[in-house]
């Protein structure tokens, strides 16, 4: 779906994204979300809780970082909050 709507908006050019740092950086975000937010999320997710997203999010990164692989692919996701906002 994001791909089809990205390419609507950037119709006759080329469109690169990484679905997997899309998905990661959402998954983190809705680990913190509540209410119609994260139930908006999981929708976008295609999750039926916030627990799969953690669940589904490590067994990806253990099968990327499989010892038998013939690549290595690092990966790094950092949020930042803003500075007077108060986090619970």
Do not use: W
Not at 33 to 51: D, F, I, P, W, Y
Not at 56 to 74: F, W
Request: glycine residues 6%; charged residues 20%; positive net charge.
């Amino acid at each position: 779906d994001l791909l089809r709507k990205l390419c609507e908006k950037k119709s006759g050019q080329n469109v690169f994204f990484s679905p997997f740092s899309i998905s990661s950086a959402l998954s983190m975000v809705l680990l913190g979300a509540r209410g119609s937010t994260e139930a908006q999320m999981l929708k976008v997710l295609s999750l039926k809780n916030a627990q799969d997203a953690h669940n589904g999010y490590q067994s990806l990164l253990s099968e990327i970082n499989d010892p038998n692989t013939k690549y290595i692919l690092r990966t790094a996701n950092r949020l930042y909050g803003e500075k007077t906002f108060e986090f619970l």
